[in-house]
T-cell receptor
């Protein structure tokens, strides 16, 4: 079946602009995660959804970052007033449930570049 | 705080065995996962230890000692395609929040 998909694959934006990154998880997976990864680093946790609700948003760096999952499937990560330090690959992952969260299926990522 | 330590680079030859160690200090611990990531690719799940001991999955095995806050990934019969980055990740809650290490870049030489 289809894996996790993310759009766009690449996004270049100017400092101060607003961006939205989309994630389509594996069908039937109730848990969804957002990470960001800088070059040479491991993925850094941002937020975890169980169904429609954010079960843990402790990794969001500040209030410029926000994520939604209104119908418990597709999720959107929203970044306001982008800064150059936001440049990274944003990864989305899903798991069949939160209790199976040790086994996450990752999408190919969105490479965000803020100029 | 949360910290995971793993070697930054490991080199080995085809057909050999390599062990990648991971030590951790986290505020919660439910288990240790291992992921593989090829250059430009997505991380893919390899193995998970929720309890102490050895888990074997084909050429890959993973070990956990909770009392030592230590685990390792063992790769046997190395192949060129195993050249990639390997990440240990601590599951810090009953849900799916994973804290990743910085990764070990494995180079397999002919």
């Amino acid at each position: 079946g289809a894996g996790v998909s993310q759009t766009p694959s690449n996004k270049v934006t100017e400092k101060g602009k607003y961006v939205e990154l989309r994630c389509d998880p594996i069908s039937g997976h109730t848990a969804l995660y957002w990470y960001r990864q800088s070059l040479g680093q491991g993925p850094e946790f941002l937020i975890y959804f169980q169904g429609t609700g954010a079960a843990d948003d402790s990794g969001l760096p500040n209030d410029r970052f926000f994520a939604v999952r209104p119908e418990g499937s597709v999720s959107t990560l929203k970044i306001q007033r982008t800064e150059r330090g936001d440049s990274a690959v944003y990864l989305c992952a899903s798991s069949s449930s939160g209790t199976q969260g040790y086994e996450q299926y990752f999408g190919p990522g969105t490479r965000l570049t803020v100029t | 705080g949360q910290s995971l330590e793993q070697p930054s680079e490991v080199t080995a030859v085809e057909g050999a065995i390599v062990q990648i160690n991971c030590t951790y200090q986290t505020s919660g611990f439910y288990g240790l996962s291992w992921y593989q990531q090829h250059d430009g690719g997505a991380p893919t799940f390899l193995s998970y230890n929720g309890l102490d001991g050895l888990e074997e999955t084909g050429r890959f095995s993973s070990f956990l000692s909770r009392s030592d806050s230590y685990g390792y990934l063992l790769l046997q019969e190395l192949q060129m395609k195993d050249s990639a980055s390997y990440f240990c990740a601590v599951r810090v809650s009953g849900g799916g929040k994973l804290i990743f290490g910085q990764g070990t870049e494995l180079s397999v030489k002919p």
